[in-house]
């Protein structure tokens, strides 16, 4: 993957983001680490074209993230899950399928089951969003992020939700796909999770790029603010 952020600024009533410029290239998996309210967030909306940022620019993978065609070849999976309420999981992927990707109706029925079995939802299919657990509707979401066969894919603390033997499925179904050539840009704070699936570090700090690097910067922080973070992160 490749990223390329030139004077990127971003504001709500407050500077959230300031004066980011950084590129890098040749990673497959890039974590973005911090603590809350960094704009961890806020940079994986802009990277993934969903919020236009204030000033500067942003490319992804050659795109312009501002074109309208980016969005739809990237996935993106949010803090808390944002399924349609009135459709089942199964309807919440389909529906994407048959309307974006042209599938058949056959198609996008077998390529949902596919993927709300990969993440273990296999009984809960025909459910709407507010009958499952929150984690389950998180996986769901993961679900539909992964089902359309995005060019990249961002995740936004995707197992926060999930417990520890569903962290680990949904994590190698993960590293499957990045197998299969699918690239990642996720938030996490768990830290176990960022060593083991992801060869590049981006740790942000009260809105600037702190520091980053391969996961050894976790274990040998340059700055203050890393090992500050360091210290208090399980
Ligand atoms: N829609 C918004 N309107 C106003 N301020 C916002 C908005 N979204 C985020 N912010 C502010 O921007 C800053 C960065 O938020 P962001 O959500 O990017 O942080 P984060 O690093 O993802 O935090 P967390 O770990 O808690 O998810 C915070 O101070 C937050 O209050
Ligand atoms: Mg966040």
Redesign the pocket.
Known sequence: MKIELQDLNHR???E?LRELTFALEGYKSIAII??????????LRILSGLERPTSGSVRVNDHDVSNPAYRKSVGFVF?SHNLFPHLTLLENITLVLEKTRGHTKKEARDQACRFLTMLHLGDQVHKLPRNVSGGQAQRGAIARALSVGPEVIFLD?PTSALDPVLTYEVLNSIKELRELGMEFVL?S?VMTFVRDFADYVVF?NAGEIGEHGPPSILDNPQTEGLKDFMAKVP
Not at 34 to 43: A, F, I, P
Request: net charge negative.
């Open positions: 709500y009533d407050v959230v911090g603590v809350s309210g960094s704009g961890k967030s806020t940079l803090q603390e938030v704070h942000m």
